[in-house]
């Protein structure tokens, strides 16, 4: 037995179900659709504040009325989403905020900390490697190729 807004055409392979859009806003709707589109060829026509009507017509036979309350728990699974996604829409923001505060915060903290300590500016004259200096005062050898202290 078909639920009271599904209508099912055997011959044409299709489903439709009315939603009220009323209890289902048309995000929600489309949404639930979308799940069909690899299974069924999706319509969906009517007046969004008055009726919808969702057409599935499956690209291969099946069972018809289970494809038209496949659809009506996604529309639930999908206003459930909509509902719990609106309700901790303060706690994800909070959460966002706070990690955007801590590395700001942090950013800040390091810049003040480069602000504190001076920095010596390197020079051209610097030579921490030790390689201005000419090779035969780094290293002093006599002809045998052993090194001579000063």
Known sequence: MASENIEIDKKENMVAVTVDPKIFPLDTIVSA??????????????????????????????????????????????EFYAIQTARTMPIRTAIVQRAFFTQASKAVDS????????????????????IAKPYKEKVKKDERGKKRGK
């Open 33 to 78: 659709a979308y799940v069909f589109i690899d299974d069924a060829y999706v319509v969906i026509t009517g007046d969004p504040n008055q009726q919808v009507v969702v057409k599935l017509k499956g690209k291969q036979k099946c069972d018809l009325v289970e494809l038209g309350r496949n659809f009506n728990n996604e529309l639930v699974n999908y």
């Open 111 to 130: 810049e003040a900390e480069k602000a504190r300590v001076p920095k010596k500016e390197p020079s051209y004259l610097d030579d921490p490697y030790n």
